[in-house]
């Protein structure tokens, strides 16, 4: 089984990567953990500490080989309305993970906080697709909930 003791964010001189895995945003924060690659291809990941790993960044295997990190479709709420300031506020102020975006905000599904939305009169619908969210301060970065 192959280590990766890397992660690459940018592949600029175009190394040849072996398989891709798809990775949810929970996964996706990650420092030792066994994986399997969308291909079969198993590896370890191994880091000095825990990182958030976006999509499209590269896990570095020891033969410097790279597989690529896909965002996993996940379970998600999308919010639109016309107080989407007001709805963006309570959100940060629970620090939770928010994919802001020009017209509407996606957050991870959690019925407490849809409750929370509905009361802020936010249009709310049920969606299925790859979450990215914004980083935390100054764009870098994870947020945590308070279950830290």
């Known amino acids: 089984m192959y280590t990766s003791f890397k992660i690459i964010n940018h592949n600029d001189i175009n190394k040849e990567f072996v398989d891709e895995i798809s990775l949810s945003y929970e996964e996706r924060f990650i420092r030792r953990k066994k994986l399997i690659a969308n291909k079969g ?43 989407l300031k007001q709805i963006i506020w309570h959100i940060g102020n629970r620090h939770l993970p928010c994919q802001i975006e020009e017209n509407r905000i996606v957050i991870q599904d959690d019925a407490v906080i849809l409750d ?19 980083g935390g301060a100054y764009g870098m970065g994870r947020t945590h909930s308070h279950k830290h």
């Open 41 to 83: 291809t198993e590896f370890l990941v191994n880091l000095e500490e825990t990182v958030s790993v976006d999509e499209s960044h590269f896990f570095e295997l020891e033969n410097g080989k790279l597989i690529k990190v896909i965002s996993k479709k996940e379970n998600l709420i999308e919010i639109t309305g016309d107080n």
């Open 116 to 134: 929370m939305i509905l009361k802020l009169h936010g249009n709310v619908k049920k969606v299925f697709e790859k979450f990215n969210p914004d």
